[in-house]
C-alpha cells in the first residue's frame, strides 16, 4: 500500500497530514487512521505508521520481554 514514504523515512513528509501528500497515498493514510481511531488508536501526527492505544492499559509500564521465534511461525510449528 502506498502511503507517500516509507516506514521509518523521518521527513516532514511522513508528518500524517503532510499537504505535499495528495491522491490516493493520502487516501491510504486516512484510511489506515481512520480504521485505528475506531478501534481505539492515537496517530502521532510526525508519523503516519505510529499510533498508540489509548487508554492504555498500562500507562506507566514499559514491557520488555524476549519473543521466541516459535511464537513468529504461528501455533502448530
Known sequence: MDMGT???CFDTLSHTDDPRIGGVQR??????KGVLAAEGFV???EEWWH???????FPDTYF??????RSLRGHGG
Do not use: C, H, I, S
Not at 487516501?27 to 489506515?32: G, K
Not at 499510533?51 to 492499559?57: A, G, L, R, W
Not at 520488555?64 to 521465534?69: C, L, Q
Open 6 to 8: 516509507g516506514y521509518d
Open 64 to 69: 520488555d520481554f524476549p519473543v521466541a521465534e
Open 27 to 32: 487516501a491510504n493514510r486516512q484510511l489506515l
Open 51 to 57: 499510533f498508540t492505544y489509548k487508554p492504555e492499559v
Open 43 to 45: 496517530n502521532l501526527p
